[in-house]
Each structure stands twice: as C-alpha cells, then as structure tokens.
C-alpha cells in the first residue's frame, strides 16, 4: 500500500528515536495496523491518522508517555487525533 510522502517521513524519523530493541517489532506491528486502518477507511493510501492511531492502538500503554515524547519530536500531531 502507498504512504503519504510526509507522513512516511514522520513515522521513519519516529522510527529511528524508539529504542533499538523495540524498533522492529513497533514498526512491524504499526506498518499492519495502519494499513488496515486506511483500507477501513477506504483509502489507498495510509496517513498521518492512520500511523498515530496504530501507534495508540499497537503501543502498550507501558510505553504511552514515550511514544507521545517520540510522536512529539518527530512532528506528529497526536493531539488533533485523540
């Protein structure tokens, strides 16, 4: 499936900032929620709503406080998708 250029580019630079040792897994289980979230929608492509919303819905809740620093850094505006 086809991701938005800018989001894409979000998510990869938010990639880079999770712990290495998470980083696989999260980008694993992120890449399937999103594009599931998008064909739910009935779109072709994923976007920025799609990436934070598997990230909220993928991410143990362990983890929230870092993932929205991440989501934060990398220029994600969760807030606008709570």
């Known amino acids: 499936m086809k991701w938005d250029e800018t ?3 979000k998510y990869n630079k ?3 900032l999770i712990p290495v040792f998470h980083r696989r897994l999260a980008k694993e289980v992120v890449n399937k929620k999103a594009e599931s979230l998008a064909q739910e929608r009935g ?3 994923v976007e920025e709503r799609d990436i934070v919303h598997a990230f909220l819905a993928e991410v143990p809740k ?5 993932m929205v620093r991440i989501m934060d850094e990398a220029g994600f ?3 606008k998708y709570l």
């Open 77 to 79: 505006d969760y807030k």
């Open 43 to 45: 779109s072709s492509q």
């Open 14 to 16: 938010m990639l880079n």
């Open 7 to 9: 989001a894409l580019g």
């Open 62 to 66: 362990a983890f929230y406080s870092l």
